[in-house]
């Protein structure tokens, strides 16, 4: 999708409504800045207020996310364009999710290896040392917490048995076994856990 020719075309619709930014705002319950942004293609009307968006200016979402009025004859073109595109910023959006978690383990396990060897060769032997290490340790398991939410959140856990992609909760990833990002998991189709391997596309 294009934000700078939706903004362009946001804007171009709001004037043959006969609408300044601040009435459009009104209309939708939100500010003037806002709409302002959209027309400048610096962000995108929230989903929760792109039906009411399009009623207002006279428009269907499909031709708001195409940022052009359509034809009946191309309607269909451009609904398979829209769909590649949605699928392209998905997997973009996935692809970001998966780096920022890699990064956040790496940094979490860098500095637990880092921790520990500082408070067992500079804090001396007995309770102190225990206390950091242990403290060290509950510290390390937040970001972890963190990235196995990210983790949940893209893409599927393909079952090795029928090949079904499955979305689990973020609880039955946590108390599943794991294998780096395989996990043991109960696959809803075939009703069998089995070693499920981590698929960013679903």
């Known amino acids: 999708m294009n934000q700078i020719k939706i903004g362009r075309f946001i804007a171009e619709c709001r004037k043959k409504a006969n609408l300044t930014q601040m009435q459009l705002a009104e209309k939708l319950g939100i500010t003037d800045k806002a709409v302002s942004k959209w027309e400048r293609g610096v962000a995108m009307p929230d989903t929760s207020i792109m039906l009411e968006l399009c009623n207002i200016l006279g428009i269907s979402v499909n031709e708001l996310l195409s940022g052009e009025k359509i034809n009946m004859e191309n309607n269909n073109q451009k609904n398979e364009q829209l769909l590649l595109d949605m699928a392209k910023e998905l997997e973009k959006k996935n692809k970001t999710i998966w780096s920022s978690m890699w990064a956040i383990m790496i940094v979490s396990m860098t500095a637990l290896i880092a921790g520990i060897f500082i408070a067992a ?5 007995g309770v102190w040392q225990l206390v950091a290490i242990l403290g060290i340790s509950v510290l390390f ?10 983790e949940v959140s ?4 393909k079952c090795q048995n029928c090949g079904y992609e499955i979305v689990p909760t ?4 946590m108390m599943a076994m794991h294998r780096g990002f395989t996990r043991h998991l109960l696959c809803p189709k075939c009703n069998k856990r089995t070693w499920c391997k981590k698929v960013l596309k679903k």
């Open 154 to 157: 893209v893409g599927a856990y």
């Open 141 to 150: 398991l937040i970001p972890c917490f963190y990235a196995l939410k990210l």
């Open 121 to 125: 060769f500079l804090i001396p032997e």
């Open 170 to 173: 973020y609880k039955e990833v």
